[in-house]
């Protein structure tokens, strides 16, 4: 079952701070620990703290589980850390910035909007004499007009419209720039971030995501840490229980997790850079480059061998020749087989 990480926690009045003699705490924000620092147990909330506010939170009731049946996933960087932080809470005051500033440029286009037109003139409301030479208006005077009407103007008056000076050229460039500072904490690129890759050609843009790919690897080892290899065992000792033959030994089976890949730049040369790998310079393993793309090689043999034996099968059935192997796995780029060189 999922529980979102604020159901678990302490009660605020009931637990004060305690700790062992070597200084370890004993529990911390609703986890138990043992004078060595470990976990030992988790306290969750019957109710969630936001279903009944902050009552109960101080009163409610809650119940203990051992560490030893929950999955923690935070990422833990720090000594004495004990509890997760959001990767992006650091860019928190920059979503206020944007938020504050797009209101501003909104309600400045409201404001140009809404006024209809603006009443000058250049003659002054009254001579040497104090004769008066035109209308006065006070500064500030609202006039009111009907809808699809025209009007005249006293004389020496003129009406001009306001001039909507929103959104400023510089508007885009600063929404752009907030979201890059916002999207570097998930170490994301810009145009993902933005959805909008307009401004990339597909080089850059490829080139952008690296940190990015590299980012989501990493995330996805500790969730093998901290997730699957425990889901894993778990499953495992039951499974010893049902099956023991199948575990001739109590050793811990070797596994490895696979994900989905990512697609290259260009197919064609990852595919030759490939080929070296596996025929040439024997760097890799089939294992390996079906792992990186996210396949399991054994699956890819048995298909290929299946495939394979039905070709030859087809082809004898209508009298079609056998095909010959390339005899260097080279692709070249007119999507013909075999090397640059001619063969005899």
């Known amino acids: ?40 147990a988790y306290r969750f909330w019957t109710l969630h703290p936001g279903a009944n506010g902050v009552a109960n939170t101080l009163i409610g009731d809650s119940y203990t589980v051992n560490a030893e049946n929950v999955i923690h996933y935070a990422n833990i960087i720090r ?13 928190l005051p920059i979503f206020n910035d944007l938020r504050r500033f797009t209101n501003a440029v909104l309600a400045a286009a409201e404001t140009a909007a809404e006024i209809s037109f603006l009443l000058s003139t250049d003659n002054p409301a009254q001579d040497d004499d104090g004769e008066s030479q035109s209308v006065h208006l006070d500064p500030g005077l609202i006039v009111e007009f009907c809808r699809n009407s ?18 400023t050229s510089n508007h885009s ?37 690296q940190t990015y790919f590299r980012t989501i690897k990493g995330e996805r080892t500790l969730i093998e840490d901290t997730i699957l290899d425990d889901l894993l065992a778990s499953w495992e000792e039951l499974d010893r229980l049902f099956y023991p033959d199948d575990y001739p030994t109590d050793a811990e089976i070797d596994h490895e997790w696979m994900w989905d890949g990512f697609a290259h730049v260009d197919p064609l ?7 070296v790998r ?14 990186m793309e996210g396949k399991d ?10 495939e394979e034996c039905a070709e030859r099968r087809l082809r004898k059935q209508y009298g079609l020749p056998e095909t010959q192997n390339n005899p260097s796995g080279t692709v070249n780029p007119s999507g013909e087989e075999g090397d640059d060189k001619d063969e005899e």
């Not at 040369?269 to 080929?275: L, S």
């Not at 089939?286 to 792992?291: P, T, V």
């Not at 090689?297 to 299946?306: C, F, G, L, N």
Request: hydrophobic residues 30%; negative net charge; glycine residues 8%.
């Open 1 to 40: 079952t999922l529980f979102e990480s604020e159901q678990v926690g302490s009660p605020l009045l009931s637990v004060t701070p305690d700790y062992y003699d070597n200084g370890v705490p004993k529990e911390v924000d609703g986890i138990a620990y043992d004078q060595y620092g470990n976990e030992s």
């Open 79 to 91: 000594p004495g850390q004990h509890r997760g932080l959001p990767e992006i809470a650091s860019t």
């Open 150 to 167: 025209g009007v005249a103007l006293p004389e020496g008056w003129k009406a001009t419209q306001l001039k909507a000076e929103q959104p």
């Open 173 to 209: 460039e600063f929404v752009k720039t907030k979201i890059r500072e916002a999207s570097r904490a998930l170490s994301m690129p810009m145009n993902v971030a933005l959805g909008d890759s307009s401004g990339y050609n597909y080089a850059s843009g490829r080139l952008d995501h």
């Open 269 to 275: 040369k990852e595919a030759n850079a490939q080929n």
């Open 278 to 291: 596996l025929n040439n310079s024997k760097t890799t393993t089939l294992a390996d480059e079906c792992g």
């Open 297 to 306: 090689y054994m699956k890819v043999i048995r298909q290929r061998v299946r």
